[in-house]
Nanobody
Framework: QVQLVESGGGLVQAGGSLRLSCAAT????????MGWFRQAPGKQREFVAA????????DYADSVKGRFTISRDYAKNTVYLQMNSLKPEDTAVYYC????????????????WGQGTQVTVSS
């Protein structure tokens, strides 16, 4: 199985930046795409961004367009989420996910999940 290990979460002031990392190990050849989701207390899991290992245009939720950037390093089997201009409403547990190409924003389409990392943005 694919294992996903996240890091980089923490506490940051509004307007600041964080960079999340997701290292993929195991049978990574079975996962064509990587993505990020987040879930705040009392809310459903929300799609944030996704990218294919082979490249192409990444996908972003409207709420993070222009502020967040997803990228991948094939040699390191690592996916990143650069988060700039953070807002208090970005506060959530962020999850890394792996799945087939075109899994999209509907979270049941994704197969593997990381443990989650807490991101807290203070006002």
């Amino acid at each position: 199985q694919v294992q996903l290990v996240e890091s980089g979460g923490g506490l940051v002031q509004a307007g600041g930046s964080l960079r999340l990392s997701c290292a993929a190990t195991g049978r990574t050849f079975r996962s064509d795409a990587m993505g990020w989701f987040r879930q705040a207390p009392g809310k459903q899991r929300e799609f944030v961004a996704a990218i294919r290992w082979s490249g192409g245009n990444p996908d972003y939720a409207d709420s993070v367009k222009g502020r967040f950037t997803i990228s991948r390093d094939y040699a390191k089997n690592t996916v990143y989420l650069q988060m700039n201009s953070l807002k208090p409403e970005d506060t959530a547990v962020y999850y890394c996910a792996a799945g087939p190409s075109g899994a999209g924003s509907w979270y049941p389409s994704w197969v593997y999940w990381g443990q989650g990392t807490q991101v807290t943005v203070s006002s």
